[in-house]
């Protein structure tokens, strides 16, 4: 089917920088909007950021505005985060999701699919 692998998550000091990545692979037919989501312990899985098939929109929570910057390359199936100026309320695991039309059994299929996830740990 479709399998979405997450990587780039680690842990790092306040204002620091992490690039995180999700690489789609299967039998992907083509990839609609790809974004990045996260869940802190306790707290709901949140939107962190979107971008549409193309790349040329994208959206941001307003804690990810100015700090992070959403990516992709359709070549490599794959969306990436890149995140500065870290704060440690970014902590959670952060995951990505992607709007995929493939192929299956002689025919098209459209379904969201999310990765395994990604720790990032920001350390005061």
């Known amino acids: 089917q479709v399998q979405l692998v997450e990587s780039g998550g680690g842990l790092v000091q306040a204002g620091g920088s992490l690039r995180l990545s999700c690489a789609a692979s299967g039998s992907i037919f083509s990839i609609n909007a790809m974004g990045w989501y996260r869940q802190a312990p306790g707290n709901q899985r949140e939107l962190v950021a979107t971008?549409?098939?193309?790349?040329?929109?994208?959206n941001y929570a307003d804690s990810a505005k100015g700090r992070f910057t959403i990516s992709r390359d359709n070549a490599k199936n794959t969306v990436y985060l890149q995140m500065n100026s870290l704060k440690p309320e970014d902590t959670a695991v952060y995951y990505c999701?992607?709007?995929?039309?493939?192929?299956?059994?002689?025919?098209?299929?459209?379904?969201?699919?999310w990765g395994q996830g990604t720790q990032v740990t920001v350390s005061s």
């Open positions: 999701n992607a709007d995929v039309t493939y192929y299956r059994l002689g025919s098209y299929n459209r379904q969201h699919f």
């Open positions: 971008i549409t098939s193309g790349g040329g929109s994208t």
